[in-house]
């Protein structure tokens, strides 16, 4: 039985408990405070690229402690030890008990709180969006986090041309062709971005002929990573810039991957970088076509705003392009790219059957009911 908004109530959070072994944690939680609003999950998704690796155990914060004052990591010293309690930043939750104003019981709201059942939020902290009339609730897991991610890449490519005078999200890749590295959500969403901003000719490529595939049936021409760079090479070409693409947005995190994005590009054009190299780069080329060419590697990140831009830029503008995005681009979304929607309880075993199994996914939604 659900817990009255007046009383405490048993949370349960999806953790990793050790390498390879994912379970439920459970705490108790409190009613809200005044100022505080208190959520149900509906649904919440898996950013694969990110938690994975802590059930792999290959996450850098699992071998050494970020400093944030100094901007690195100090080798040794671990910031996150198994069990790993919390995951996760792609929720859908539904108000319960509203102590702030502007949110009632029953709004839905897109946040990140985690593969949690419930959370108190606190407005003036949490990015808490509305979700239009008559969208399709589950496609708010992509509109606090994940959906910015990929426009911040789009974002950086726009200061590459205009710098503070961005016109609008895209402006950089309007008119132009767009390479888009690796078929996954993150390059997905970048590749609509770069529609909605009317890039000329959008590529996807990926190694992978089933995210070919999918990404065909989203409306984009795909190929795979030799052709791509060949593909860029011989049909992109001006006399003033020279052949190649202008930029590139770089989603998978492989060596071979970043090398071939290189290539790809004209002289002096510049990689919009989205992955998170968790492996390492061992394998990166940079005495060849880096140097020969004068390119450049731009890490866009969703807590790195472009600094031309970062006082007219945040997260919540960001979100609300991707709110726009899902408007318009929903149904085919929906449709495309959530390939797997699983119950919260099933989640353990799904996460053991990715990475023992390696089967072919894109979005992961574990509902809750």
């Avoid at 050494?64 to 929720?91: C, H, I, K, Q, T």
């Avoid at 002096?268 to 140097?291: C, K, N, P, S």
Wanted: hydrophobic residues 40%.
């Amino acid at each position: 039985m659900a817990a009255l908004p007046h009383q405490d109530r048993r949370i349960r959070s999806l953790g990793i408990e050790r390498p390879g072994e994912p379970y439920f944690f459970d705490y108790q939680e409190g009613p809200a405070g005044e100022g505080q609003v208190r959520l149900d999950l509906m649904y919440t998704g898996l950013s694969a690229g990110t938690e994975l690796t802590f059930m792999k155990g290959t996450n850098p914060y699992l071998h050494s402690r970020w400093d944030e004052g100094a901007g690195v990591f100090v080798p040794g010293e671990p910031s996150a030890r198994f069990p790993v309690n919390f995951l996760g930043y792609m929720e859908v939750g539904r108000v319960i008990d509203s102590r702030a104003g502007g949110f009632a019981n029953g709004d839905v709201l897109a946040t990140t709180f985690g593969h949690k059942t419930g959370h108190t939020a606190n407005p003036d902290h949490d990015l808490l969006l509305k979700l239009p009339p008559g969208m399709d609730p589950m496609l708010g897991i992509f509109a606090a986090q994940m959906g910015p991610i990929a426009a911040n890449g789009i974002l950086h490519g726009d200061v590459e041309e205009f710098g503070r005078a961005v016109p609008f999200l895209g402006a950089g890749v309007q008119g132009r062709p767009v390479l888009v590295w690796g078929g996954g959500t993150v390059g997905l969403f970048c590749a609509l971005f770069a529609r909605v901003g009317g890039a000329s000719e959008i590529v996807i490529v990926d190694p992978s002929p089933w995210r070919q595939d999918l990404a065909r049936r989203m409306g984009f021409d795909a190929m795979g990573e030799d052709e791509g760079w060949r593909h860029a090479k011989g049909r992109w070409h001006s006399k003033s810039g020279g052949r190649g693409a202008e930029m590139v947005f770089q989603t998978r995190a492989r060596s071979e991957s970043l090398n071939l994005a290189l290539r790809a590009l004209r002289p002096q054009g510049v990689v919009i970088d989205l992955a998170f190299y968790q492996g390492g780069l061992d394998g990166t080329r940079l005495g060849e076509e880096f140097h020969h060419n004068g390119l450049a590697i731009r890490c866009a990140q969703i807590n790195r705003m472009p600094r031309a831009v970062a006082d007219v830029w945040d997260q919540r503008r960001l979100a609300q392009e991707t709110l726009r995005l899902l408007e318009a681009e929903g149904d085919l979304i929906r449709r495309e790219m959530i390939t797997h929607v699983v119950p919260y309880d099933e989640a353990p075993a799904l996460l053991r059957h990715l990475v023992a199994d390696r089967p072919e996914f894109l979005q992961v939604v574990f509902a809750h009911e």
